[in-house]
């Protein structure tokens, strides 16, 4: 089937052949956000930025308003970096990942989208994996080195740690509480997007061995994907979440755990959402921003500026 997708603000037109509707990143037409009670990231709630201070709108640079421009989201890793999906950077026919740097903005510490004031920050550049496919969003990450740093004041703008110290063949692990956030549709029937920033405590529901991911059969590649969702009430992020983070806590330290990738329909219970796995992509983080691997792997330095392990070697000759 041919899939039209309509973008807020930016408009591309996806030729997948699935046998099913795919659904991805900010892509539909905007809509006047729903003030109503029950306006919500598919059975979220309203959260401050605060909570979630990692998160960021990715905007058209040529849109005035950030929630007409808004079509995705990223999350800080440094004041340099952020990292988001590959498919919010396709605009042209092609289905690759062509977006000028020129084209896009970031904004961070908001809450409130077109409300609160904030000043947007230009990319300096677009770097979207290689191997990339749109028909099967194989490899769905990108990373945008920004031309001026974010102003992290530790509150409303702070990095998202990476997982260099968790196993990939165990982390995250079937059950693993999780929240993903953003300001994308808050209903899987319609098209209404939230001014307010939301968020959903949602679960991992593979372990990274597993195979299945609800009835996707092979489309999900655990090697390369992540499966989460609330399945009792149905949470799950929608269209103009994707590129956002889905954070998890590992020893006590918020942790980027996926990245909102695809799905198809939202909230639906025979297909939970899918989101790019944080885990396989280090190396290919490390390479290209390698200021991120030492900011995370930084050797303790006790005992005269010596590395630990230099450290217990001369300890160790040094003995009688």
Known sequence: MNLTVTQKGWIATLGFVFTATLSL??????QSANDSDDTRIING??????????????????????????????????????VSAAHCFVFGSDYRPDAE??????????????????????????IS???????????????????????????????????????????????TPATVSGWGNTSSTESDYPIDLMAAEIDVLTSPSETQCGAY????????????????????????????????????TWTLAGIVSWGIGCANPEYPGVYTRVTTYLDWIGQHAPELVDEENEEETPGGGLPIWLLYEATQSAEP
């Not at 740097?101 to 230009?122: F, H, N, Y």
């Not at 609330?230 to 806590?249: F, H, I, N, W, Y």
């Open 217 to 252: 059969g092979d489309m999900y590649l655990p090697e390369l994907m992540l499966c989460a969702a609330e399945m009792t009430v149905g949470k799950d992020a929608c269209q103009g979440d994707s590129g956002g983070p889905l954070a998890s806590q590992a020893s006590g």
């Open 101 to 126: 740097a020129s084209d896009v903005e970031i904004v961070a510490g908001i809450t409130k989208l077109g409300v609160d004031v904030a000043p947007r920050i230009q990319v300096s550049e677009i």
């Open 25 to 30: 990143s900010g892509h539909v037409v905007a």
């Open 129 to 175: 994996h290689p191997d990339y496919d749109p028909a099967s969003t194989k490899n769905d990450i990108a990373l945008l080195k920004l031309a001026t740093p974010v102003n992290l004041d530790g509150s409303t703008k702070k990095a998202i740690a990476l997982p260099w110290s968790q196993s990939a063949a165990s982390w995250p692990a079937k059950n």
């Open 45 to 82: 709630k309203p959260v401050n930025i605060t909570a979630v201070p990692w998160q960021i709108a990715i905007v058209g640079a040529y849109y005035s308003s950030d929630w007409v421009a808004q079509s995705c989201g990223g999350s800080i890793l440094s004041a340099n970096w952020i």
